[in-house]
């Protein structure tokens, strides 16, 4: 008997062990899957809440990244702006400079070129420019930033680089007047290289030409011959370029100017000595 109940009792506890164990195995088995469960609600309302955290951040930060990218964007709107001043500037100052380096170049070379037109037998009064010209359809003069202060008197002789140009014809203390040869109230004695004809020349009405106002003799140059100016009178300096004949009437002759008196801007007034 006693051992009987023992063995129902050893019966009962292992039984108990049992369902202990399988209680404890449940648990745990519960426990594990809470935890995972646990874990993927975490990672779910993490998800969620970046998902939901995100635009509202841009949202919220946008007024600030709009304000700090303007106020940069007026910075370098107004650092340009000084620089383009500057650069402005600069360019002013750039263009004052070149305008001056050709105007002295264009002089250098004039100056250059009247130094060899003029011979031992003219003497240079005054190197001057030209300041304005005749605004006449008829008159054909300009005014020149020289005059009696300088030396200058009237019927002095006026050439340039190419040839003869003129003669004064009124002076003031610091200008002078010059009549062109081109003017059809001007007369300059010519020659040809041959020194086998002699003539006066004037100035067309619309000064494009000269043309013959006397003829000495029955002579009458060729189409293509140079004139030159005679030194006949005590005014122009002898062989001075004058004009090149393109024209031969039967009484008369035309030629064409060496000088560009479109382009007149540097001229030297002489004497002969």
């Known amino acids: 008997m006693f051992y009987q109940n023992k063995i129902k009792s050893l019966t009962r506890t292992k039984n108990f062990s049992n369902f202990l164990i399988s209680v404890l195995f449940i648990l745990t088995f519960l426990l594990i899957f809470f935890n995972k469960a646990d874990y993927i609600i975490a990672q779910k309302i993490k998800s969620m ?12 930060s946008f007024p600030i990244e709009f304000t700090s990218k303007t106020a940069r964007a007026i910075t370098e ?44 037998e003219t003497k240079v009064i005054k190197t001057a420019s030209v300041i304005s ?3 006449g359809i008829y008159s054909k003069s300009v005014l020149i930033n020289a005059g009696l202060n300088q030396g200058i008197l ?14 004064v014809i009124s002076s003031s203390k610091q200008n002078s007047r010059i ?20 003539a006066i020349i004037k100035g067309t009405t619309d000064g494009k030409y000269l043309t013959s106002s006397f003829i000495k003799g029955k002579k009458t140059p060729k189409v293509g011959d140079l004139l030159f100016t005679s030194g ?22 035309l030629a064409l100017p060496y000088v560009d008196f479109d382009n007149l801007e540097f ?6 000595d």
């Open 232 to 253: 006949s009178t005590k005014t122009f300096p002898q062989d001075l370029f004058v004009g090149k004949v393109i024209d031969v009437s039967e009484d008369n002759f």
């Open 267 to 272: 001229v030297q007034v002489v004497k002969i």
């Open 77 to 120: 709107i107004r650092f340009l702006q000084k620089e383009n001043l500057k650069l402005k500037e600069e360019v002013i100052r750039l263009k004052k400079w070149q305008t001056l380096a050709i105007k002295n170049h264009r002089e250098n070379r004039a100056y250059r070129k009247l130094l060899n037109s003029t011979t031992n």
């Open 133 to 135: 010209h005749s605004p």
């Open 49 to 60: 809440t970046i998902d939901i955290a995100t635009p509202v951040t841009k949202i919220i």
């Open 154 to 167: 009237e019927d002095f002789a006026v050439i340039n680089e190419r040839g003869l140009v003129g003669k």
């Open 179 to 198: 009549i062109l040869i081109n003017d059809q109230n001007s007369s300059v004695p010519v020659t040809t290289m041959s020194n086998n004809f002699y």
